[in-house]
Each structure stands twice: as C-alpha cells, then as structure tokens.
C-alpha cells in the first residue's frame, strides 16, 4: 500500500511540474502589408521569429513589403514559433523587346503587346536606314522595366503623322481622307456590325490616332 501511495505521489509531482512548464500561447499578429523590418519588430515583441521564404511581383505592395503570412494572424502558437512570409519585389517586370531594324508599324504592336506604351518619337537624318525604320530605343533592348513603361523611339527620317479614325464614315469618305492624309488605301473587308449602317466603316487597321510612315496601308472593315 505504501508503495502504491509513494508512485501515485511520483506521478502527482510530475503533473504537476508537467502543468507548470507549459508554455503559454501567443496569437500570431497580422503584419501583411507592413514592411518587413517592422513585421520583425513586432513579431519580436511577442516572442515571436519572422523568416522571408521568398519574394514575388506584386502591384498591391511595394519592394520588402508582406504579402502572407503562415500561420495566418491570430492563430495560438508557443513563443519563437517561426512566422514564414513572402515579401513583395515590386510590379510585375517586362523583358524591353529589341526593336531596331523594325519597322515602325511591327515595332509599336510589340510594344503593345508587352503590356508597354508607346513613348516619344524622335525623327533622325540617316541615308543607310530606310524611312520608317526604328534605329534607336530607350530603354535598351533585353532590360527589365515595369509594365506600361514608355519606350522612346528614333526613327529613320521620313514623314510620320497618326492615323486618321475612319470609324462613322462612308467608304468614299473614308477613302478620300486617307488619300489626302497621305496613306494608302487597303483592303475593304465587308464584316457585319449591327452597331453601324449600311456601308459605314466600323473599324480600321492600324487603328486611329497612332503613328504611320507615308506607305502605311489603310483596311477598312465596312458593314455590308
């Protein structure tokens, strides 16, 4: 009996001690969106770590700010319990295209399709490029910019003007102010638009208001 007490005793002080060295839980704070010096800061004041597992693009968030966080804010953990978070690197980055030697129509819809814009266009006196041909860019080719950066172009020296909008008129119309702005009239492609009347021009290739050398070719697409 005596030795059944002392083991039950045994058990009872290592319960006891068990219960007493418990570490206490501490709810992990929300540091998305803060920067990652002041994530630590806090986190520290809790007892808590911050590591960077990785960085990633991001438009909501800038350079070394958090974008998530694991454990999630407000989950009980034991002190210096590791928070992982991703931090942001800053807007999405575009490889610039290399446009020299295009011409400047193939060059602007590359431009485009980079999610980049059309910046200013420099006109340059050079006999051994032909017109129209893009011989310099800023930013250089094969750089890393954000997206809707302006890429500045010079271009070969010729007449360069914007495209007229031809949309709302009638095929003559359409055909005589592309004439007397200085292009060539392309193909008239009948494609139905319930939008527009009979015979009135509904889109156009290039399309209006952008750039184009004196030998750029006009189509039209006319409602039948």
Avoid: H
Wanted: net charge negative; glycine share 6%; charged share 20%.
């Amino acid at each position: 009996m005596k030795k059944l007490i002392l083991i039950l005793s045994i058990c009872f002080i290592f319960f006891l001690i068990s219960c007493s060295s418990q570490e206490e839980l501490i709810s992990t704070p929300s540091i998305i969106g803060l920067k990652i010096r002041d994530a630590e800061k806090i986190a520290e004041e809790k007892g808590l770590l911050v590591k960077v597992t990785k960085s990633d693009f991001s438009k909501d968030f800038p350079i070394d700010y958090i974008i998530s966080q694991d454990p999630s804010p407000y989950v009980l953990v034991k002190k210096g319990r590791i928070i992982n978070v991703v931090i942001s690197s800053g807007p999405p980055k575009v490889l610039v295209p290399d446009l020299i030697g295009m011409n400047f129509k193939e060059a602007q819809e590359i431009i485009y399709e980079n999610k980049l814009l059309l910046g200013k266009i420099e006109e340059i006196l050079d006999p051994n490029v032909g017109v129209g041909i893009i011989i310099e860019q800023s930013p250089s080719p094969k750089t890393y910019v954000e997206e809707d950066t302006k890429i500045d172009l010079k271009i070969s020296k010729g007449v360069l003007g914007q495209i007229p909008s031809l949309i709302g008129l009638s095929v003559d119309e359409a055909k005589s102010l592309i004439v007397t702005s200085g292009y060539n009239v392309g193909k008239v492609i009948n494609k139905s638009n319930p939008v527009y009347p009979s015979g009135i021009v509904w889109n156009q290739d290039p399309a209006p208001l952008t750039y184009g050398s004196p030998d750029t070719i006009i189509d039209l697409y006319v409602n039948p």
